[in-house]
């Protein structure tokens, strides 16, 4: 299998307006709400891919200058063994955690409860069916409760059209639903492609095509 060469691909947006809604009109709204220091507490679950670090990011951006600001990844990273009563604490994949990790973040989500700072955490299942200690569970509970909703396949096939558009070529929605039909269909993945094709396109100086899009594809799975 050829890995696909993705050094050419732009960074993945990270804000809400890049963020491809679907059916999480509300979320959206909440985590604005959670940015701006309405909303303290907010637990997002979620299949794989479905976006939840790119939302996490998105809030990130939006919290106050000056805010102290903790943002870590339960699966690549350790949580700070400190924070501050008033800091921003985001952490994404809190499935990941091990035991001395869970007892770590019951403490922080007390401190920052006691005090005026908020929590942002994500995972891939409800709260109460993480395989997590129970007291952190029930806090994690404690605040709002969000699934991120997949998106229907119209919501991946604009997706894909408007980000070829910001590569610099359209994508015709029939190429659009044989890339759905035939590759892994997380976005990622699917941006993934559209680069390897953009990237073709450009090397051989030829319009993208369907007859190219399945070289592309050969080339790169």
Do not use: C
């Not at 303290?40 to 106050?64: C, F, N, Q, T, V």
């Not at 991120?148 to 610099?168: E, N």
Request: aromatic share 6%; charged share 25%; net charge negative.
């Amino acid at each position: 299998m050829k890995q696909l060469i993705l050094d050419f691909l732009p960074p993945a947006p990270r804000t809400f307006d890049d963020f491809v809604r679907g059916d999480n009109a509300e979320l959206l709204f909440q985590l604005g709400e959670w940015a701006n220091g309405e909303v303290r507490a907010l637990y997002i679950w979620g299949e794989a891919d479905a976006g939840k670090s790119h939302l996490l990011a998105a809030s990130a951006a939006r919290l106050p200058a000056g805010m102290p600001v903790y943002q870590v990844n339960a699966r690549e990273e350790m949580l700070p063994q400190t924070l501050e009563s008033h800091a921003a604490l985001l952490v994404d994949n809190v499935e990941s955690l091990d035991t001395e990790q869970q007892i770590t973040l019951f403490d922080h989500y007390n401190t920052l409860r006691e005090g005026t700072g908020r929590i942002l955490a994500s995972g891939t299942l409800p709260p109460m069916l993480l395989p997590l200690r129970d007291d952190l569970t029930t806090r994690l509970g404690w605040g709002l409760v969000y699934q991120l909703k997949s998106l229907s396949d119209d919501d991946k096939l604009g997706a894909l059209q408007r980000r070829a558009r910001h590569l610099g070529f359209e994508l015709p929605r029939e190429l659009a639903e044989y890339l759905l039909k035939h590759v892994d269909r997380s976005l990622p993945n699917l941006y993934a492609q559209l680069e390897a094709l953009n990237q073709l396109a450009l090397s051989k100086q030829k319009p993208v095509t369907l007859p190219l899009l399945r070289e592309s594809l050969k080339a790169n799975t």
